[in-house]
């Protein structure tokens, strides 16, 4: 079922971050700091949380990526991605933006959009989240998608060619579009969504991705394929949430080219 | 040992937590973001931290409850909190309030006060806790409690006479009082106080609880049920504190009517 | 080769932790703070996360030692910082500083000596932190370090004697010197560099340790080698950095005399 040269694209994208370690600097959430640090540490990147406005500019400067996580929100930390995203942009650094609970709020909804006026590289989201940026029904409950991931593909589309961004809508079936390419991945496990924050999570791995891959689409998919091998190997041997949160930092630290061949469901 | 009455109350509010999926707004201290959304994900609710003065008042409108817990605080957080407990009961949104380390510092009890004079539905602490909101001695050690939960009886129904809730104190035994009906807990494990913030997740469980059971001391033995039964069985599994926290988490989930007919110790 | 004096050091410290529980305040990161509390309450000291202007003056003059992390700044939390630090100075309550990131950026730096001159009791940092401080070369890469200890030793006895604390460079072989005395450790396990602020718990486990040993270098070793062989004994168990988060948390409460005998590298 899967494609080759998207397979292929995964184990370079997973043996470049190996290699790299990129500096992922992150903006995100105070729910997922802590797994989303160990995530990009197990998959072999190097993470760093920091949101001060004095010094955010200097940081992303320094990094291979950022990612934009707007789950927990204040001005100041609004203010905060926005400086870091502009000198991403100045400095050709590639970035990812999750508009995490987009459509829950006014305030969600536009800090959203204005980070997204500011061309992230990739923007990933469920399918409610994506519609809410689009300015499309699909209500959100709190944080979690009420909507199916393909009901969102044609909003995902204009919004790539409005942004010049790839859009990445996380659901059962993952889909990733750039506007004209359209890659689905049908990895992961449902017990995933009893963990909080693994969406986060693939939105940071994705920032390892794009560290080191210069073609989003490929990137976003590798992201999308290394957490949910990760998560079908973790739920083979969780016993339940709390432990498929651990079995998924191990899963992500034990990839192989093997794993991936069996597993990857990329197309 | 057990009043079958109140053990029937809490199979239905773990059945009605599940169907009904209740969205619980929480305004929380960070050091326990992630097991809290996480517990309260394993039990079947759905979590969502959001403390954004631009958007607590909004968020609390569209969610099935409310928790206030002041483990981290700084004024930006207790106008929110204070923002997104009028507007709950403006709603008629049920909320609970956890004052963590009231009694460590003026700061901590006074900000405890002013929050429960907007008169939680639940007000939940260790009993150094509720006898400092409740201006009695009862030296709190940090966060620890250093008193026992019969010696804070007294000043639990006073507070909830004084403003019309019920108190929960949490300790070996737990009390549950509306200052008429009083109902006691004694379920859980020595090793589950070596886990930092099993209070707070108690709390948010209280907040999922309150959202889909009308009588808030059903509701409330209910979540201290659900939480020292899980307790119970993860300890039984665990290792040690760090696992205990893992176990918790699966064992939230695994909860099922057979464990609570054979553990729940309520009356 | 191990340095029986040291090793008994070990001992009583580690029995004084479990008998007085210290209360340790930390000023902390977001990304730790959870992981940090639960390693406190593992080893056997009481933990809080207090922040706030309002309350950290009073907060810290109630407690046994502080503890200063700047993984995450923001102008308020270093302002918390200061004030604390200060008030620990005034009390005779003994503190420790974590520079972290020191050298990546330009806010961090000035950050971490501001504080430095407020003369801590201990300074834990990597070579690269270290060598930030005292204004020397040696690149932070985010927040990892890229020198091995040993190249930042004189830098780190030179700041000892500027600032009469004591200076701890974590790496492969830890270093603890005052300026006179060096003692290493070389307790610890390559996979602990997986998992996201482990040094940070170093940083509050010497907390707990400078709250019950006025000798900070005896102390600061005892924290070493606790965190050391418990990461040592979790990496056994562990199949990847998920679990080894987890293990040493159990690792921790169950460390015993017999196993710092078996295992203690100090000298």
Redesign the interface.
């Known amino acids: 079922m899967s494609d080759p040269q998207l397979v292929a694209a995964v184990h370079g994208v997973l043996a470049r971050v190996r290699t790299a370690a990129p500096?992922v600097?992150s903006i995100t959430?105070?729910?997922?700091?802590?797994?989303t640090?160990?995530a990009l540490?197990?998959l072999g990147a190097?993470?760093?949380?920091?949101?001060?406005?004095?010094?955010v500019e200097?940081?992303v400067s320094?990094?291979s990526a950022l990612v934009v996580n707007i789950?927990?929100?204040?001005?100041?930390w609004v203010s905060a991605m926005q400086r870091a995203a502009v000198r991403a942009g100045e400095r050709g650094i590639p970035w990812v933006l999750d508009p995490v609970?987009a459509g829950?709020?006014?305030?969600?909804t536009d800090t959203a959009r204005a980070l997204l006026a500011l061309r992230p590289t990739v923007l990933r989201g469920n399918a409610s989240e994506v519609l809410a940026v689009a300015g499309e029904e699909g209500a959100t409950?709190?944080?979690?998608s009420t909507a199916a991931s393909d009901a969102a593909l044609d909003a995902a589309s204009r919004l790539a060619h409005r942004y010049g961004c790839t859009v990445v809508i996380t659901g059962a079936v993952d889909l990733v579009t750039d506007g004209a390419r359209v890659v689905r991945c049908g990895n992961g496990h449902p017990l995933m969504t009893?963990?909080?924050?693994l969406g986060c999570s693939v939105s940071a791995l994705t920032g390892a991705c794009v560290a080191v891959e210069s073609d989003p689409v490929h990137a976003s998919a590798a992201a999308l394929v290394l957490a949910g091998v990760a998560g079908e190997v973790a739920a083979e041997r969780?016993?339940?949430?709390?432990?498929l949160?651990?079995?998924?930092?191990?899963?992500?630290?034990?990839l192989d080219g093997a794993m991936l061949d069996a597993r990857a469901r990329v197309w």
Chains 1, 2, 3 share one sequence.
């Open positions: 500096l600097h959430n105070y729910v997922v700091m802590n797994n640090a160990n540490l197990a190097s993470p760093a949380m920091v949101h001060a406005l004095e010094e200097d940081f320094i990094s789950g927990t929100l204040s001005p100041t609970g829950a709020t006014a305030y969600r409950k709190g944080v979690d009893r963990v909080t924050g969780a016993r339940g949430p709390g432990s949160q651990v079995e998924i930092l191990d899963a992500l630290a034990a």
